[in-house]
C-alpha cells in the first residue's frame, strides 16, 4: 500500500498514529510549561533554553536516522530484507556507542552553554543548569530510540512507535505535577523534577519499543555487530552527514538566537517561549507526517516509482501546507486568551502579542520546510535541505536580525520580523526544491 496505494489513503493511514503522538507530545509540553510557570514565574522557560544545547548533540542521532532511514525504507522497497536487518544492526551498535559518549561530554559542558553561548538571564539560570544536567541522561536514551523508531517507521509501521510515544508522553503528564510542585509526600523539585519526568518517560518508551520490535522480528532481534562495513559507512556519511550538519547548525544557530532574544531581557525571553509552543500546536500534525513521508518517497524510489515519488513529494507539502494555515489562523484569532494560561505579567503579554501577530501567519511556510526534509530524509537527498537551513538560520534568524534588532536599533519589533520572514524566504525555497529539484533517485 505504501508504494501503490492512494495518496491521501496511504498518508493517512500512516500518519495518523503519529499525528495523536505529535497533538499528545505538544499537550505534554504545554503541560510542562503550566506546571513550571506555577513553580515559579518565568521558570516556564527554562525547557526551552536548554534544548538547543543538547539538540546539538542529539544532531548526530538525527543525521544517522536519516541515512539509515533512506537505506532500510529503499532496501524493504526493493525486497532486500536480509540487507535491511544488517543495516538496522549496524545503526543500533554505533548509537549505543555514541549515546554513551555524548551523554557523558554534554554533562561536562552544559554549563558553560548555558551561560556563554545561550546567555540565560540571570533569573533563570540556575534552575536551567539543573534542568541540563539531569537531561543529560535522555541524550544516550533518545539514540536508542531513535535506532528503534527509524527501524519501525522504514517498514512502514507507525502506529506502534506512535502507541509507545503516547504512552511515554501520558506517564510525562502524570510525572509532572509531583516531580514539579510536589504531591504524594515528594518534594518540589521544579525544573529538575521536569527534566527527570522527561528521562523517565522516555526510559519507558525505549523499553517498550525494544520489546515489540524483538517480538514483531526476532530473526532480526536486538544484536550488536562490528561488522560496519565501508559501504554502509560512506553511505552514512554521504546521506547523514549533510542531515548532521543541517541539525548541527540549527542547534548553534537556535543557540544563538536565544542569545540576541535573552539580550533583551526575561520579557523577551518569555514571549518567544510561548511564540514557540503555540508554532507546535499549529505544526503538530505536520511533524506527525514527516516520518511517514520520508518512508513513502523512500519505498516508491526504492520500487523504481520515480514519478509517484515526487507526487508524495509535492501533494504533501500542499496538504501540509493547508493544514497548518488554519491551526495557525485558529491560534491567530485565541492567542491573547492562551497566552494568559503562561504568565500574567503585562509585559511579557504584550510582547508576546507583538511577536504572535506576526508570527503566526508565517507558519505554513515553515511547514513546507519541514516537508522538505521529510523528502530529503526519504530520498537520501540531504545537501539541500541543509544549504536551505543554513540560509534560513544563520543569514536571517541571526544576521538579518541582529542588524534589525541591534544595529538598526528597532529592537524586539526587528528581532520578530526577520524571525518571521526566515520561514516564508525557506519555506517558498523548500517548495520549489520538492516540485523541480533532483532529489527524485534512490540511494541504494
Known amino acids: 500500500m505504501v508504494v501503490y496505494g492512494p495518496f491521501y489513503r496511504t498518508l493517512l493511514r500512516l500518519a495518523l498514529p503519529m499525528i495523536v503522538f505529535e497533538a499528545v507530545h505538544v499537550s505534554y509540553n504545554l503541560v510542562d510549561a503550566y506546571w513550571l510557570s506555577i513553580w515559579g514565574g518565568a ?7 536548554t534544548r538547543p544545547t543538547y539538540m546539538l548533540f542529539e544532531a548526530v542521532f538525527m543525521g544517522l536516522g536519516a541515512a539509515n532511514l533512506a537505506m532500510m525504507s529503499q532496501y524493504i522497497g ?24 555524548l551523554t557523558l561530554v554534554y554533562a561536562r559542558v552544559n554549563d558553560l552553554l548555558v551561560r556563554y553561548v545561550v546567555r540565560a538571564p540571570p533569573e533563570v539560570v ?16 533518545y539514540g536508542l530510540d ?9 517498514i512502514g509501521n507507525t502506529r506502534l512507535p506512535a502507541v509507545a510515544g503516547v504512552l511515554s508522553a501520558l506517564l510525562n503528564f502524570a510525572l509532572d505535577p509531583v516531580l514539579i510542585v510536589g504531591l504524594l509526600g515528594l518534594p518540589a523539585m521544579g525544573a529538575t523534577g521536569a527534566a527527570l519526568a522527561t528521562v523517565l518517560s522516555r526510559l519507558a518508551k525505549l523499553v517498550t519499543l525494544a520489546y515489540a520490535f524483538t517480538r514483531e522480528f526476532p530473526e532480526v532481534g536486538v544484536r550488536l555487530t562490528r561488522d560496519l562495513s565501508p559501504l554502509w559507512l560512506r553511505r552514512v556519511t554521504a546521506v547523514g552527514g549533510p542531515m548532521y550538519l543541517r541539525q548541527a547548525l540549527n542547534s548553534f544557530g537556535v543557540m544563538f538566537q536565544h542569545s540576541i532574544v535573552n539580550s533583551f ?21 505536520v511533524r506527525g507526517s514527516t516520518a511517514p513521508i520520508a518512508a513513502m518517497v523512500g519505498q516508491n524510489l526504492g520500487a523504481g516509482n520515480l514519478s509517484r515519488a515526487r507526487e508524495v513529494g509535492v501533494r504533501s507539502s500542499l496538504t501540509m501546507g493547508g493544514v497548518t494555515a488554519a491551526a495557525s489562523l485558529a491560534l491567530f ?11 500574567d505579567d503585562p509585559l511579557a503579554l504584550g510582547e508576546s502579542m ?29 545537501v539541500v535541505p541543509l544549504a536551505i537551513t543554513f540560509v534560513r538560520m544563520w543569514g536571517m534568524r541571526i544576521g538579518l536580525a541582529y542588524l534589525l534588532s541591534l544595529v538598526a536599533g528597532m529592537g524586539t519589533d526587528g528581532l520578530w ?18 516540485a523541480v529539484g533532483r532529489w527524485c533517485r534512490p540511494v541504494v
Open 43 to 49: 521558570a516556564f522557560t527554562v525547557p526551552r533554553l
Open 78 to 101: 526493493g525486497r532486500r530484507y536480509e540487507e535491511a536487518a544488517r543495516t538496522f544492526s549496524r545503526f543500533l551498535t554505533v548509537n549505543l556507542a555514541l549515546g554513551l559518549l
Open 126 to 141: 540556575s534552575p536551567a543548569i539543573a534542568y541540563a544536567n539531569v537531561i543529560a541522561f535522555d541524550i544516550f536514551l
Open 146 to 154: 531513535s535506532t528503534f523508531t527509524n527501524a519501525f517507521h522504514a
Open 265 to 285: 531581557g526575561v520579557v523577551a525571553a518569555q514571549a518567544y517561549t510561548i511564540g514557540l509552543l503555540f508554532m507546535e500546536v499549529a505544526e503538530a500534525a
Open 333 to 343: 484569532l485565541a492567542r491573547e486568551s492562551l497566552a494568559r494560561v503562561f504568565t
Open 354 to 382: 507583538k511577536f504572535l501577530s506576526i508570527f503566526l501567519p508565517t507558519l505554513p511556510f515553515l511547514t513546507l520546510i519541514f516537508v522538505g526534509v521529510a523528502v530529503g530524509r526519504g530520498s537520501g537527498s540531504t
Open 417 to 434: 520580523l526577520a524571525i518571521s520572514l526566515s520561514n516564508v524566504v525557506a519555506g517558498v525555497a523548500s517548495l520549489i526544491w520538492v
